[in-house]
C-alpha cells in the first residue's frame, strides 16, 4: 500500500481488525519511510457496479462518493459513525445483492433516502432537499409536511 505522504510503497502493517460488522477488515499501517501512520479498510466487493444517470451517462459506482453525500446530511446529528457505517455499507450489499451490474442513479437515492428516514429525520429531509432539487422553502414546508404524523387528516 502506498504511502499517503511520502509515497513509499513499502509500507508495513501494525494492526489488523474487524470492522463494519465483520463485513471489513481495518487495518493501521506504518511507513518506515516518513513515519507516517494511516488507516485502510478491505471490504469484499461482489461485482462492479455502474451508476446510470438520469441523462443516460454511465460511470463506475463510487462508495465514497455516496458515503461523503450521507455524511453531508449526517453532519452535527446525534447518530454514531459506526452506525452511518452500518448503514452505508447495508446500502451497498444492497445493491450489490440486486443482480445487476447497472443501477439507475435514481434506484441510489430512493435507497439511501429510505436507510436515512430509519435512522434520522432532519439528515432524510437534508439528503431529499439535494436529492430532489428543491428550489425554494415552498418545497421543504410540503415535504417536512409529508413527514409529520396525520398530514393526510388536515
Known sequence: MRCPF??????Q????????DNVAIRRRRFCPSCGG?????E????RDLVVVKSNGRREDFDRDKMARSIRIAMQKRPVEPDRIEQMISGIVRRLESTGETD?????IGEIVMESLSRIDNVAYVRFASVYKNFQDADDFDKFVSELRPGAAAD
Open 37 to 41: 501512520r494511516f488507516t485502510t479498510y
Open 103 to 107: 443501477i439507475p442513479s435514481k434506484a
Open 43 to 46: 471490504r469484499v466487493q461482489l
Open 6 to 11: 511520502c509515497g513509499n510503497v513499502d509500507t
Open 13 to 20: 502493517v501494525k494492526d489488523s481488525r474487524p470492522a463494519e
